[in-house]
């Protein structure tokens, strides 16, 4: 496994690492097979908003669109996606995961509209690659604007389906991970049962717009960035203290607070190093945003076993750290880590050391 040396030692205490690197995801500094999990959301093609980026990582996507031809743009556009995908091939460990959040694109060009299915496209390259796809996750996304139907409105047939979800794409790199029996950094990373009903479903609603931050809104804006909850909830269902997280396109941060926040190592990388700069105050809210999904997750757990006890079911087991039971067997081991601490490594405002105490 990537991450051991940062797994719970059968103490009250955990420690993380999390290093930043500036430069192309093509090409990461990352040594084979030491991560453990992927968790990232890329430019999506065909989206206006990254076709200077496109244009500049390949030159090919700008002179397509330029000449109006839109499918020879998005080959172009996904060609360059698929060496970061290649690199991640070579980074994960075997029976590693790698969750892409991507949406597709709707537009104009030449004169014809359509669909560019950027979720098929990168299936597509990853099943090449020899990877499993495992059942993946829409995401809805509801829009607000009361003009926000496209195409001739009420008249058919020219009107056209609102896109309003964007896909979180799961593949696994060969067979499952094993691990030891009994593995006890694997069962204090267990999640409750009501949690893994509520996550492992294919459609997630309640998970709503982009969370707030103390980093600019136009830096926010440009990096697309996903809420919290949606790293933190991957980081939570597909890895286990001590596990590496990487996100080839880090942008402000958002998968590195979350391998923050629960507990995991994490390797970002980024083009843009304005993005950085603003990190330092991001990283400045952990402990509290720590200390708030805890209090949440515990909270909202014993909600359900006063809801269950309700309805005659006393549960079957009691959890080791806390006083409350848990639905199955596989959760009496649970445990929660809260970031006490976070500080650059030797004065390197690129690498983070995080300190946690049980909870």
Request: proline residues 6%; charged residues 30%; contains cysteine.
């Amino acid at each position: 496994m990537a991450g051991d040396d940062s797994a719970p030692a059968g103490d009250d205490t955990l420690e993380t690492t999390h290093r930043v690197t500036i430069g192309d995801a093509r090409d990461l500094s990352v040594p084979d097979e030491s991560v453990d999990l992927v968790v990232t959301s890329p430019p999506y093609p065909m989206i206006e908003m990254w076709d200077n980026l496109f244009a500049t990582l390949a030159p090919d996507a700008g002179s397509a669109l330029d000449a109006g031809n839109g499918q020879a743009a998005f080959d172009a556009m996904h060609d360059a996606l698929d060496a970061v995908w290649a690199e991640l091939d070579r980074v994960l460990v075997p029976g590693g995961i790698a969750c892409i959040n991507v949406g597709d694109a709707t537009r104009k060009v030449d004169g014809r509209f359509r669909v560019y299915p950027n979720h098929a496209r990168i299936t597509d390259t990853f099943e090449g690659m020899g990877f499993d796809p495992l059942p993946d996750v829409l995401w809805h996304k509801p829009t607000n604007s009361a003009a926000k139907f496209m195409g001739s409105g009420m008249v058919p047939p020219n009107a056209y389906v609102t896109l309003e979800h964007e896909y979180v794409l799961v593949f696994r790199k060969g067979a499952r991970r094993s691990f030891e029996p009994g593995a006890a950094h694997r069962y204090e990373s267990a999640f409750f049962w009501e949690e893994r009903n509520r996550w492992f479903t294919d459609l997630w609603t309640e998970v709503r717009g982009r969370v707030q931050d103390l980093a600019a809104e136009e830096l926010r804006d440009r990096a697309a960035a996903y809420p919290l909850e949606i790293p933190y909830r991957l980081i939570n269902m597909y890895s286990v203290y001590g596990d590496t997280v990487l996100d080839p396109f880090w942008g402000t941060g958002t998968t590195t607070l979350a391998a923050m926040v629960a507990g995991r190592d994490s390797v970002g990388c980024e083009l843009d190093e304005e993005f950085l700069a603003h990190f330092d105050d991001r990283i400045a809210d952990v402990p509290d945003i720590s200390r708030a999904v805890i209090a949440d997750r515990l909270d909202a757990h014993r909600e359900f076993v006063t809801e269950r006890r309700a309805d005659g079911d006393d549960l079957a087991y009691e959890a080791d750290h806390y006083d409350f039971p848990v639905r199955t067997k596989q959760e009496r081991e649970i445990r929660f880590y809260e970031a006490s601490a976070v500080n650059p490594i030797d004065g390197d405002d690129r690498q983070y050391h995080v300190d946690y105490d049980a909870v």
